[in-house]
């Protein structure tokens, strides 16, 4: 496979940030593959990172090694990678009015999925935001399991 000026097209499974969405990408370039996953993923990608370590793909020579169905991510401005086994990127609910992106242990999951907001109420006025947090993390059971596997795997 190959684009019309005959360089050829390398496939890439290419995650977001918070490792929740994914598409296969295929690109001919490091550029080429930015704009792709801008464009699948919805987001504006700064840079591309390996999935498995973080290491920044910055140079076209470095793509250029990259094997066929290498994992990547896709960074916004001001992401940062990380291990997904240590930290569940909560992204906050667009649609209620809270959007946020925060960083939490896994093992915390379960605990803040499980928390009545009113308790909070002395220290935290905004109800809204902690009945968010609540539901993103129970919401998360699925990635927790899917973390869970992988490290079985590994």
Do not use: H
Request: a negative charge; glycine letters at 4%.
């Amino acid at each position: 496979m190959s684009d019309d000026a005959g360089q050829p097209l390398v496939e890439f499974k290419v995650w977001d940030c918070a490792r929740q969405r994914s598409e296969n990408i295929a690109a001919t370039s490091l550029n080429d593959l930015i704009i792709r996953a801008s464009e699948a993923l919805g987001m504006p990608v700064a840079r591309v990172c390996l999935e498995q370590d973080g290491t920044e793909v910055d140079e076209e020579e470095y793509f250029n090694m990259l094997e066929k169905d290498t994992p990547l991510m896709a960074l916004e401005e001001g992401d940062r990678w990380m291990p997904f086994s240590a930290k569940y990127q909560l992204v906050m609910d667009k649609e209620r009015g809270v959007c946020e992106r925060s960083s939490i242990f896994m093992d915390d999951v379960e605990i803040l999925g499980n928390m009545d907001p009113d308790f909070f109420n002395d220290i935290v006025p905004d109800k809204l935001f902690l009945e968010v947090v609540r539901d993103s993390c129970r919401s998360s059971a699925p990635v927790q399991n899917a973390a869970q596997q992988r490290e079985a795997v590994n």
